[in-house]
Nanobody, 115 residues
Framework: QVQLVESGGGLVEPGGSLRLSCTAS????????MTWVRQAPGKGLEWVSS????????DYADFVRGRFTISRDNVNNTLFLQMSALKPEDTAMYYC????????RGKGTLVTVSS
């Protein structure tokens, strides 16, 4: 059973910021490069960003690069996604996952970007 719990979503105006968090079991957090994926209404899952355990490898999808920042707290087994300059097209359910396909993910936190 996947033990991932996301939080921090909400309603924000275009151009605004949000910080998402994901707490994970110690096993998951130390065994996998942690990942954020998202699913917009009516669309499939899409990979957003990934980060390995020590932070040496960080990847971003082109559509968030320069606006989103992934980070992790390895003491408290928490993954973060700082989102800035949000756009309406960023509206989606955001999940943390142990894989880029989102096969092992939490229940998600909803981000709505709207004026």
């Amino acid at each position: 059973q996947v033990q991932l719990v996301e939080s921090g979503g909400g309603l924000v105006e275009p151009g605004g910021s949000l910080r998402l968090s994901c707490t994970a079991s110690k096993y998951l957090f130390t065994s996998f490069p942690m990942t954020w994926v998202r699913q917009a209404p009516g669309k499939g899952l899409e990979w957003v960003s990934s980060m390995n355990f020590n932070g040496a490898t960080i990847d971003y999808a082109d559509f968030v690069r320069g606006r989103f920042t992934i980070s992790r707290d390895n003491v408290n087994n928490t993954l973060f996604l700082q989102m800035s300059a949000l756009k309406p097209e960023d509206t989606a359910m955001y999940y943390c996952s142990t894989d880029r396909a989102g096969r092992n993910r939490g229940k998600g936190t909803l981000v709505t970007v709207s004026s």
